[in-house]
């Protein structure tokens, strides 16, 4: 079965060559890679000549991550689609082996998270037995090809950044598809500056975060949970000096309201409380 390793990248040269070469080193055969190239500015298109094993898409304007990891799972005839971010690498070598082999002998599982390793975090746990999780990192994870086409491939929101991986999970969960976690299988994320306004990347996370409990929440939760994120979100915008973006964010998601109500798509409530209990047991 088919796996399709897709790579969206903006002006990441320097270390977009680490990703692609770390995916061309996974040790399971049946694989293709492909590169989305987000009108990069810098010297990325040079990275195509040095790999022509690899499948380019060089986008002439910006679209985003979002809308070109859409593109690539909607223009593919493989199984599975493993997303890597252009700052992140394979760790050892078998990691979509071990994913596919969990896929395969689980019908059921949708998708698969990743131990994402980093600068913070950059001590490789030990190899377990996968359990279920709430969500997978965004940098490094594997997802099953025909759930994700039955929920609908990831929704846009108003912001740039942020619940996108959250809302995709719901939504699986929701059509009866299980998201697991594999420990001890991982991606470094080098979490490179390049192109992180981080008081931006706030304002975008506090908006989507907003809108996910709004198109996700059942009625009547949304009523008390809706406005208990945004005090949290204010309160994480105090204490941490992003009172600014923190407002921002607030006052996009309001503007967008008017636009949102033919996205709503509540979840059960059975599969909204699992969703947040599996969180609690993570943080």
Not at 2 to 12: E, P
Request: aromatic content about 8%; some cysteine.
């Amino acid at each position: 079965m088919k796996v399709l390793i897709g790579i969206t990248t903006r002006n990441r040269a320097s270390l977009l060559h680490k990703a692609i070469q770390s995916a061309l080193d996974q040790d399971y055969p049946d694989k293709e890679i492909a590169v989305f190239n987000d009108a990069s500015t810098d010297e990325t298109w040079k990275l195509s000549e040095k790999f022509p094993q690899v499948r380019w898409i060089h986008a002439e304007r910006p679209q985003g991550y979002m809308p070109a990891r859409n593109r690539l799972m909607m223009n593919t005839e493989a199984d599975f689609y493993f997303s890597l971010d252009d700052d992140a690498w394979f760790v050892k070598g078998d990691e979509i082996s071990l994913g596919i082999r969990l896929l395969t002998g689980h019908p059921r599982v949708g998708a698969v998270a990743y131990d994402i390793l980093s600068a913070d975090r950059p001590n490789p746990g030990r190899r377990t037995d996968p359990h279920p999780t709430h969500i997978f990192i965004g940098c490094g994870h594997l997802l099953r090809l025909s759930a994700v086409r039955e929920a609908g491939y990831y929704t846009l929101s108003p912001g740039s950044y942020g619940s996108e991986e959250k809302d995709l999970c719901v939504r699986l969960l929701d059509r009866g598809h299980e998201v697991m976690f594999l420990p001890g299988a991982h991606v470094w994320h080098d979490k490179s500056p390049v192109a992180r306004d981080l008081p931006a990347q706030h304002q975008s996370g506090v908006c989507n975060d907003l809108v996910f409990a709004f198109r996700r929440c059942p009625y009547p939760m949304v009523l008390w949970l809706l406005p208990a994120k945004m005090l949290s979100h204010l309160r994480f915008s105090i204490t941490h000096n992003l009172i600014i973006p923190g407002v921002k964010g607030l006052a996009m998601f309001v503007r967008a309201i008017p636009s949102l109500g033919g996205s709503r798509e509540p979840v059960s409530r059975k599969v909204f409380v699992e969703i947040l209990r599996r969180s609690r047991e993570r943080t």
